[in-house]
T-cell receptor
Framework: NAGVTQTPKFQVLKTGQSMTLQCAQDMNHNSMYWYRQDPGMGLRLIYYSASEGTTDKGEVPNGYNVSRLNKREFSLRLESAAPSQTSVYFC?????????????FGDGTRLSIL | GEDVEQSLFLSVREGDSSVINCTYTDSSSTYLYWYKQEPGAGLQLLTYIFSNMDMKQDQRLTVLLNKKDKHLSLRIADTQTGDSAIYFCAEKERDNYGQNFVFGPGTRLSVLP
């Protein structure tokens, strides 16, 4: 009964380092999303993938890249980390073609850039 | 773009009712959701309401929707300390790719003993 699994849970990076945040879902959902959460700003969409093979920019895509590796997995990459990218990152998935389906969230990755 | 607004903080006494309010701008929203986020965790769906409904009740939770004013509220009856969390309002709107979710900033509910 895993749902959406994110790894790692915590990470500290130095400015300029790169890393990839992993996300996998076992609900056979078509759509997957990456958000960042900052105090007082709620969730802001970074990138999303409406279906396998497609990705699109969200509200705050700069400094990030994504890969929809297959239907289950959607990764987020920081090529050159900056202190402004210190945040909590959430992955989510949903069933695109069913009207009443909400998003299901992972537990988040807490990322600090020094 | 579309916008969802919420007040950032709410404090209530244990046993009282809590009312968390939300306003949204997209009149084409099909579903509206309430999520709960406990410390150190992801968002969990609490309840949702279809846009052609006025009210939905689920145990201690009551959702009211005023579509004319684009106002959504979540009432928690007999609030307990375990209800302390951040509550997010979200709307789902249609776009060319199927759907998009827009979240409010979250309301931090503090329950005082």
């Amino acid at each position: 009964n895993a749902g959406v699994t994110q790894t790692p849970k915590f990470q500290v990076l130095k400015t300029g380092q790169s890393m990839t945040l992993q996300c996998a879902q076992d609900m056979n959902h078509n759509s997957m999303y990456w958000y960042r959460q900052d105090p007082g700003m709620g969730l802001r969409l970074i990138y999303y993938s409406a279906s396998e093979g497609t990705t699109d920019k969200g509200e705050v895509p700069n400094g990030y890249n994504v890969s929809r590796l297959n239907k289950r997995e959607f990764s987020l990459r920081l090529e050159s980390a900056a202190p402004s990218q210190t945040s909590v990152y959430f992955c989510a998935s949903s069933e695109r073609n069913r009207e009443n389906q909400p998003q299901h969230f992972g537990d988040g990755t807490r990322l600090s850039i020094l | 773009g579309e916008d969802v607004e919420q007040s950032l903080f709410l404090s209530v006494r244990e046993g009282d009712s809590s009312v968390i309010n939300c306003t949204y701008t997209d009149s084409s929203s099909t579903y509206l959701y309430w999520y709960k986020q406990e410390p150190g965790a992801g968002l969990q769906l609490l309840t949702y309401i279809f846009s052609n409904m006025d009210m939905k009740q689920d145990q201690r939770l009551t959702v009211l929707l005023n579509k004319k004013d684009k106002h959504l509220s979540l009432r928690i009856a007999d609030t307990q300390t375990g209800d302390s969390a951040i509550y997010f309002c979200a709307e789902k709107e249609r776009d060319n790719y199927g759907q998009n979710f827009v979240f409010g900033p979250g309301t931090r509910l503090s329950v005082l003993p």
